[in-house]
């Protein structure tokens, strides 16, 4: 008796010129008996190199407005960084520091697409406890 039952699909091919160097792929939660089913996820899994991070950096950054599309343009800012997400993605990679940049953004916002609400901080304990050497023994 399955706990959790998986729908895999292929949403397109992801091409390089002719070549097909991977797929997009939709992964839906049909059963789920220890959390709520229904749930979705969809990235890219290329071939030979694994899920994209790149791609699933781009498509966060969109989400929360970091980084904007109009049309098939994105652009950060005022700057336009690329035609397609393919030539978004060549630019992250090389660009380490703008990447570093849009993934801290993205680490940062992520809780805006989970739930709407920040978690709240942590709480810190009221007060230090102090320790001296005369709290040990060497005895065991």
């Not at 998986?6 to 397109?12: A, G």
């Not at 030539?87 to 990447?99: C, F, M, Q, T």
């Not at 953004?105 to 992520?110: A, G, H, I, S």
């Amino acid at each position: 008796y399955s706990s959790v039952r998986l729908d895999v699909r292929r949403v397109e091919s992801i091409k390089e010129g002719s070549n097909v160097i991977g797929n997009k792929t939709r992964v839906k939660v049909v059963k789920n008996k220890v959390a709520p089913p229904f749930r979705e996820a969809v990235f890219e899994i290329l071939y030979g190199k694994g899920i994209s991070k790149w791609g699933e950096l781009v498509d966060l950054a969109v989400q929360l407005d970091i980084i904007q599309k109009s049309g098939s343009w994105f652009s950060m800012g005022d700057e336009r960084i690329g035609q397609g997400a393919n030539s978004v993605k060549d630019y992250l990679i090389a660009n380490p520091d703008i990447a570093e940049k849009v993934e801290a953004e993205v680490r940062e916002n992520l809780w805006k697409l989970n739930n709407g609400a920040p978690k709240p901080p942590a709480k810190a304990a009221d007060k230090g406890v102090a320790v001296s050497a005369d709290d040990f023994s060497d005895e065991d």
